[in-house]
Nanobody
């Protein structure tokens, strides 16, 4: 089974930027959709952004215009570019790969935005 490993989480000041990476141990084309989710303390895990194997993107309203999801098929990696970060973006960010046959989650990477 393909495994997903996130990286790039860090402590950043409000207004700053981060780029998260999600590296797959196999081909990301094994997933029909890949996405980023986040979970803040005491809250449910919420969708941030998704990208299909055909490149169609979808974003949560709270991140539209600030975050960009993109993929490098040659590197089997999906990225989340996050700009204009606010303290409300503080959460553990999880990478997800979904297909008809399986769903895989990464272990998560912590993003903390200070005011």
């Amino acid at each position: 089974q393909v495994q997903l490993v996130e990286s790039g989480g860090d402590l950043v000041q409000a207004g700053g930027s981060l780029r998260l990476s999600c590296a797959a141990s196999g081909s990301i084309f094994s997933f029909e959709v890949m996405g980023w989710y986040r979970q803040a303390p005491g809250k449910q895990r919420d969708l941030v952004a998704t990208i299909t194997s055909g490149g169609r993107r979808n974003y949560a309203d709270s991140v539209k215009g600030r975050f960009t999801i993109f993929r490098d098929n040659a590197k089997n990696t999906v990225y989340l570019q996050m700009n204009m970060l606010t303290p409300e973006d503080t959460a553990v960010y999880y990478c997800n790969g979904h297909s008809t046959y399986h769903t895989v989650w990464g272990q998560g990477t912590q993003v903390t935005v200070s005011s």
